[in-house]
């Protein structure tokens, strides 16, 4: 393993700042909350930290819109305590990484402000344009969050691009002057200590032309800016200025990137990218709707992918995504689900990618009211719905299933007041009830919980060259098993997962294979001898001879 570099040996777990230790009783949780919770995570075995965005920030999109690229959000804390987040981290073998959201800043962010004098020279900063007539937009673009992608600016009578909310304007990366000024964001914090950055929407950063989209149920627009030539120019600037400068990673958010562009950007761009397949699996039409039939297609992507690049950022969750035991696992049979989604997430191809909570199996809150609500989308999405009759329950149903905010409730660490996120019981986003059963220490003091399984997995993944480096190869089931190879210098390690929670039947090839179990979700397990596989199953194995 010593070639590999440490984003491919090594495990990076996401923190979404706000909700994971809260270490001044505001109930937001912040940077020295994180460093008291260094421990814990270098125990856990990770080795990357990837922080959703801790600038200052207006909060329209909980950091996602920045208004100062070069400072700390005062909710979270000081450069100091960033810069000894850095140190702690790296005592303890951990390395930071950023979210670098540069397809837009808030609007309140001083270029933008600056921007809405046609004279000034941060005018080129955004995307303006005229509209065709009076009170009519350049064209038909929707945003991600609702309504049209253009805002009217009076005082110049030109519109801004914002495929976000309107409280993020979009960057022009046309301009030279953008490009600068974000590599100097980059050398910032490169020099800083930061190990690299999770890139916000990164393809989508250019637009290539600006006629109107095609119809569609949901976002209008975005082939005339998804992936283009100019994106890709742009990506391998950055990379030979910059990031070929330092010892780091990039992993890119790329929405529904294809397996031919994202070859391409992982050709001497960014090292890795998130594919959105898998996350698409259980959606219909569009992502208000779902299916408990997923199964297939979520086999199918993940597999696929596995075979079409070389090297995977794996994810079963993340803030924008329900919590995957919730939507792939089930709540009855919690944590042999949770473990067999574990055994997933650790043994691809690929680098794991472990949403904070994800490693205690944390779930879905129950039905988010709607004065609960903090994401922005959800007061939106149910506005709309209201205006075609639907009932408050069949709307709130509705946002559910995609409601971001999920994921976002606080970290649970003990069964104490605020499930020990927070001194305070006010916290941002009310804390699951399930606290009590689900949490950091009752979980540590039980060998079988998930959180004893995860640390096991860890252990197992990071001193097993096969896993880290093999090739991943699979075999063809029947889409209720997801079982596949993983080759490497002459071992043979063989995973089988049984995604649903009925007993399955296994095929003659797997009954008859013979090999040492090195790690099961059921205690003591072994197929050899056995017809089926119970709910849930999944069991690492070594065929090596
Ligand atoms: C990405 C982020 C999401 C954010 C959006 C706009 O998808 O993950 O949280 O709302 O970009 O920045
Ligand atoms: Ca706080």
């Given at each position: 393993m010593e070639q590999s570099k440490l984003w491919q040996k090594g495990i990076v777990y996401q923190i979404y700042p706000r909700s994971f230790a809260d270490s001044n009783g505001d109930g937001i949780g912040d940077i020295p909350g994180i460093i008291s919770k260094l421990d814990y995570l270098k125990s856990l075995g990770i080795s990357i930290l990837w922080l959703s965005p801790v600038y200052p920030t207006p909060n329209a999109d909980f950091g996602y819109?920045?208004?100062?690229?070069?400072?700390?959000n005062p909710e979270f804390g000081t450069m100091d305590d960033f810069d000894r987040l850095i140190k702690e981290a790296k005592k303890r073998g951990i390395r930071i990484v950023m979210d670098l959201v540069v397809n837009h800043t808030s609007d309140e962010h001083p270029w933008f402000k600056a921007s809405?004098?046609?004279?000034?020279?941060?005018?080129?900063y955004y995307i303006y344009k005229k509209g065709p007539r009076p009170g009519v937009p350049p064209n038909n673009w929707t945003s991600n969050f609702g309504g049209p992608a253009w805002e009217y600016v009076p005082e110049i009578d030109e519109w801004y691009l914002h495929l976000f909310s309107k409280k993020q304007p979009d960057l022009n990366w046309r301009s030279e002057k953008v490009i600068e000024e974000v590599e100097k964001v980059l050398r910032f914090w490169l020099d800083r200590g930061v190990y690299g950055f999770r890139c916000d929407v990164i393809n989508q950063i250019y637009k290539e032309s600006f006629e109107d989209g095609k119809w569609?149920?949901?976002?209008?627009?975005q082939e005339r800016y998804l992936m283009k030539e100019g994106n890709h120019a742009i990506l391998k600037r950055l990379h030979d200025d910059v990031f070929a400068h330092y010892d780091c990673m990039t992993v890119g958010e790329t929405y529904n990137v294809d397996f031919k562009n994202a070859r391409r950007f992982m050709d001497g761009e960014l090292d890795m990218v998130f594919q959105f397949d898998t996350m698409n699996?259980?959606?219909?039409?569009?992502?208000i709707f779902v299916t408990k039939r997923w199964h297939k297609k979520f086999k199918k992507t993940l597999s696929d992918w596995e075979e079409q690049v070389n090297w995977n950022a794996v994810y079963l969750e993340n803030h924008d995504q329900k919590r995957s035991v919730s939507r792939f696992g089930s709540k009855t049979k919690h944590d042999l689900s949770a473990k067999m989604l574990a055994t997933l997430l650790l043994t691809l191809k690929g680098t794991p990618f472990i949403y904070q909570g994800e490693e205690i199996g944390m779930e879905d809150y129950p039905l988010f009211k709607k004065k609960e609500y903090k994401d922005p989308v959800n007061f939106w999405l149910y506005g709309l719905l209201r205006k075609f009759h639907f009932s408050d329950k069949q709307c709130l149903r509705f946002v559910n299933n995609m409601n971001r905010d999920h994921a976002r409730t606080p970290m649970q660490w003990d069964d104490g007041p605020a499930a020990g996120f927070?001194?305070?019981?006010?916290?941002?986003l009310p804390v699951n009830p399930n606290y009590k059963k689900y949490n950091v220490k009752a979980e540590e003091a039980n060998p079988d919980s998930v959180l004893s399984y995860y640390r096991k997995l860890i252990k197992l993944r990071s001193s097993d060259e096969v896993l880290v480096l093999g090739s991943y190869e699979k075999m063809d089931t029947k889409s209720s098993i997801f079982a596949y190879y993983r080759l490497y210098g002459g071992k043979m390690h063989f995973v089988l997962l049984n995604l649903t929670d009925r007993r399955v039947t296994l095929p003659k090839a797997i009954r008859e294979m013979k090999g040492k179990v090195l790690l099961s979700n059921y205690e003591g397990a072994g197929f050899t001898y056995k017809k089926f596989l119970r709910p849930y199953e999944s069991l690492i194995v070594d065929l090596s001879e």
């Open positions: 819109d920045i208004s100062d690229y070069m400072g700390i809405k004098d046609a004279n000034s020279p941060y005018h080129e569609k149920p949901w976002l209008i627009g699996a259980d959606k219909v039409i569009v992502p927070s001194s305070n019981q006010a916290t941002w």
